[in-house]
């Protein structure tokens, strides 16, 4: 402990290098995917449909976290601070002053890329560790932040806000929920693509060159500062997003719901998906949506270790997540085209 | 000025269970370079298994030590069988490994031990410290095992062969290998020796805190910070960080209006953040310069 410098030879990255065109899918398995997405719906329950919006909106999230650590290598426990201001912008919007929903994401989205491009401003000096807590104390701030006694007045407090759940408009003979659950896909939709060619245009290849090698990607010329705090701006922008279509859909906001509980689902979302790999943000959403449910069938008094164990069990089975399952899919495809 | 010296001797008792604690978190950093999110759950259930022992009429010393070794056990037991084969995965997959052994821990335990609190007794009595409220015979007892411990971490890794092993398999494993050190046990070692202070740890923290199943979540996360603060790689800066997370946290309560208990903890964090975005690797941490 008394050399004053340790070297760090290279191959020690915290966070793997993905190809960038490893990170999407193929076009015929986005159009399958895509079909299935819009022909579920018409045949299930409105509960089913519910959760499917679920499914789409927390998929957004960890696809939002997907981009910032699978794409410019930093990490972030903060997630749940930016989700809840984006919820907490639309409600407010809505149910303060009367502004329809549609129009309450965007301002949720700007809201929040300008918080995350702030916040990524302190956290320029700081990686690995130190940014985890740094994120962690944005994430465990928010909460009490929400709380305040002089937002009360727009925010309700403690008590939260209830949301009124948009109908259908023109008139379209859809539940409110099958509604928003078509809403929501669009928006998801338009999101994917953007992030998905956010990744392939220049900002995309300056994020992976920073995630590989930060020293080498600003000898290249690559603006360090600025690309890694526009990361987090896009990031926290498309959080907000994702907490914006969470307010409407669950018809409530209180501060308790943004806490760090929730920061850790989207990153376990983002693990078991496929670090790196946008579409698996979905599977990794189904994760934590479905997998505690299960825990809980399994045994009610102990669903936090079957949950722990069924967790393990994954990331035994396939550490990289879904895009090692997927890489398989498609080498067992490739086999079988050529027999 | 008298509420000033009251406050931080306050916070230096408060300070002393995160000095405890981070002490723990730059110890299992030390021996695998991530940071345990489950140290806090094996704390207590270290904790709890000592209490139980005191339940069947154990003496306090006595299981005191029989805790120790079986949380050594225990750890390396948690290494070689939960996370041996995750070493080859990436980092952040390991991650996800702690948060489920957290949710395994912390699940069983309600379940073996309820959620009630329990008391826990303390071998060094909780009367005032030399005549002062603020500061009790317990605290002052915490500060001393925790100099003491750090003492005996300071000689261990510094005068013995095995403690140099250790620092060589974390800090240049290739090059350890290659010098015949069995570097993957030397990690379980490093588990071992984490789990049995987080033990000490969580056995000192439960008379003040109370004992039951998520007592950690909250010292945990200053234990991390004070970790941070110091420096990861220095047990000297983690004891250290801890005081002073316990001072600011006293100060920013009494001192910034409107700030009370429940934004003690962000204002604490911030005032981490501030320190570390001037000293990026910890107050006493060393600087790591990266090869391209």
């Known amino acids: ?339 | 000025m008298e509420l000033f010296t009251n406050q931080v001797l306050a916070g230096i008792a408060t300070g002393a269970i995160y000095a405890c604690m981070a002490l723990a978190v730059v110890m299992i950093y030390q021996a695998i370079d991530h940071l345990n999110f489950a140290q806090g759950e094996m704390a207590m259930f270290s904790t709890f298994i000592s209490w139980q022992l005191m339940q069947w009429g154990v003496p306090y010393w006595a299981a005191f030590v029989i805790t120790l070794a079986l949380s050594f056990v225990g750890g390396i037991a948690i290494e070689r069988i939960l996370f041996k084969p995750l070493a080859k995965a990436p980092i952040l997959t390991n991650v996800a490994g702690f948060i489920a052994l957290f949710a395994i821990i912390n699940s069983s335990a309600g379940l073996i031990w309820d959620f009630t609190i329990k008391q826990y007794p303390t071998p060094f009595g909780s009367a005032p410290f030399l005549g002062s409220q603020l500061i009790s015979t317990h605290q002052a007892g915490m500060i001393g095992v925790t100099v003491l411990l750090l003492l005996g971490l300071y000689f261990f890794f510094q005068y013995t062969r095995i403690g140099l092993a250790m620092r060589a398999a974390a800090s240049v494993p290739e090059s350890a290998r290659l010098v015949g050190i069995n570097t993957s046990w030397m990690i379980a070692l490093g588990w071992g020796m984490a789990t049995a202070i987080g033990a000490i740890a969580g056995m000192l923290i439960a008379p003040v805190v109370f004992l039951e199943p998520n007592m950690m979540g909250g010292v945990l996360i200053y234990g991390f910070a004070a970790a941070v603060l110091g420096g990861l790689t220095s047990p000297f800066g983690a004891v250290v960080g801890g005081f002073l997370v316990g001072i600011f946290e006293n100060l920013a309560g009494t001192y910034i209006p409107g700030v009370g208990n429940e934004l003690k903890l962000p204002i604490a964090l911030a005032l981490i953040i501030s320190v570390l975005v001037v000293k990026p690797a910890g107050l006493f941490g060393r600087h790591i310069v990266k090869r391209v």
Not at chain 1, 34 to 42: K, Q
Not at chain 1, 72 to 85: E, H, K, R, T, V
Not at chain 1, 279 to 290: K, L
Request: aromatic share 10%; net charge neutral.
């Open chain 1, 1 to 339: 402990m008394s050399a004053a410098e340790d070297v760090v030879a290279e191959g020690h990255e915290a966070v793997e290098a993905v190809p960038k065109r490893a990170m999407t899918l193929g076009m015929g398995t986005s159009l399958v995917v895509l079909l299935l997405l819009v022909a579920v719906p018409l045949f299930a329950k409105n509960f089913v449909i519910f959760q499917l919006t679920q499914l789409l909106y927390l998929g957004l999230a960890v696809l939002a976290l997907n981009i910032l650590t699978g794409g410019s290598g930093q990490f972030s426990l903060g997630q749940s601070a930016f989700y809840g201001i984006g919820a907490y912008v639309t409600a407010v919007m809505m149910e303060q002053f009367n502004i329809p929903y549609f129009l309450c994401l965007p301002v949720a989205g700007v809201v929040c890329f300008g918080a995350g491009f702030l916040f990524g401003q302190p956290a320029l000096r700081l990686s690995g560790v130190y940014l985890a807590l740094a994120t962690f104390a944005l994430a465990t701030a928010m909460p009490q932040l929400l709380k305040l006694n002089f937002l009360e007045h727009w925010t309700g407090g403690v008590q939260g806000l209830v949301v009124t759940k948009p109908d259908a408009p023109f008139g379209l003979p859809m539940s409110q929920d099958m509604w928003l659950y078509y809403f929501t896909l669009v928006v998801v939709l338009a999101i994917y693509i953007f992030s998905v060619n956010l990744l392939r245009s220049r900002s995309g290849r300056a994020f992976m060159a920073i995630r590989d090698n930060e020293i080498a990607a600003s000898a290249m010329g690559v603006n360090v500062a600025l690309y890694k705090t526009l990361a987090f701006g896009v990031s926290a922008g498309i959080t907000g997003v994702a907490g914006g279509l969470s307010a409407i859909a669950v018809q409530f906001v209180a501060p308790d719901s943004f806490t760090i509980t929730l920061a850790i689902q989207l990153f376990l979302g983002m693990v078991v998906g496929g670090v790196g790999w946008l579409p698996g943000s979905i599977v990794g959403a189904a994760f934590i949506i479905f997998v505690p449910n299960i825990a809980e069938g399994i045994s009610k008094g102990l669903s936090g270790a079957v949950f722990g164990v069924l967790l393990f069990l994954v990331i035994y089975l396939v550490p990289h997540g879904a895009r090692q399952v997927a890489i398989l899919g498609q080498q067992l495809a490739g086999r079988l085209r050529r027999n």
